[in-house]
C-alpha cells in the first residue's frame, strides 16, 4: 500500500466515534515498535515527524524508513505528517518530500495572520494531493521547538474556529481544550473542556479535530524510569478515559509523543542497569523497541478505541 492522506481514515474514525493515534517518530526502533503495534490491534496509523525530528534523523531518512515500513506492512494505512510546521517553507519541503499530510502551527500568530499562512499552505498541499492540519487556539508546555507558558494558553473559541476552517480550507484543526504539551501537563487535577469540543463539533459537523499534547504519561514508564536511575518527577498526563471520550466526539487524531518516550526511556534504563556488563546497543534497543509496541497497542485499547478498523 502506498502512503495515505487522512480524508478517508478521520472520515471512519468520525463515524465509528474512535480516534487514529498520531505517534511522533524520529528513528527506526520506534517506527518498528508502532507498526508492529498497528499490526497486532489492525488499525491504521499517523506517523508524525516534527520539524525537531526532521533536524535530528534528517527528512530523508525519515522518508525512507516510513517507506520501507509501508512495505513491510502492506495492509496497514499509513500517513506520513509533519507536526508544528512553522511556516510555509517546511511545509513546501516535506510535501515535496514526499509526506502526505502536514500541520501548518500558526497558533502563535494573530488569527489574520493564521489565516493568511494556513491558506498559503492549503493551496500548495491541495496542489499536491496533501491534506493540511491547522491549529487554532494555543497549548501550554513544551515540545520541540515550542515552548508556551501556561498563562499564555488561550482556549479555542468555537464560533472563531469555524469561521477559521470555511476561510482557510483546512482539513482538520487542532484545538486547545485543556491539554497541554510535555511530560508534565498538570498541576491540579486533569481537565478537558467537553463543552468546547461538543460545541466546535455542532459549528463543524463531520469535521476532524486533533488533540495535541494528549499523552497519558503513563505511570508505570515513569516509575520504571525512577526505579532505574532516572528522575522524572511529579509527571501527569491526559487520563485514557478522558481521551477515550473525546474520540467519541469530534476528535479524530490523537498525538503522542511523550509515551513514546517514557517507555523506550524506562526500557533502556532498565536493561543498562541491570545488565552493566552489555555494551551491545541491540541488545537495549530491543527491549526498547517492544515497549513501543506494547505502549501503543495499551493506547489503541484504552483511548483511541481504533482496533480492527482497516
Ligand atoms: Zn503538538
Known sequence: MALTGTKKMFEKAYAGHYAIG???????????????????????????ASEGARKYAGQEYIVSLVKTAIEQYPEIPVTLHLDHGSGFQVCKECIDGGFTSVMFDGSKYSFDENVKITKQVVEYAHAHGVVVEAELGRLAGVE????????????????????????????????AIGTSHGAYKYSGDPYLDYERLEKVGKLLPNYPIVLHGASTVIQKYVQKCNEFGGKVIGAKGVPEDMLRKAATMAVCKINIDTDIRLAMTAAIRESLMTHPENFDPREYLKPAREAVKQMVIHKIDTALGCANSI
Open 22 to 48: 498520531a505517534f511522533n517518530v524520529n528513528n527506526m526502533e520506534i517506527i518498528q515498535g508502532i507498526m508492529e503495534g498497528a499490526r497486532e490491534k489492525q488499525c491504521p496509523v499517523i506517523l508524525q
Open 144 to 175: 520541540d521547538m515550542v515552548s508556551v507558558d501556561a498563562k499564555d494558553a488561550i482556549f479555542t473559541d468555537p464560533e472563531e474556529a469555524a469561521e477559521f476552517v470555511a476561510l482557510t480550507g483546512c482539513d482538520s484543526l487542532a484545538i
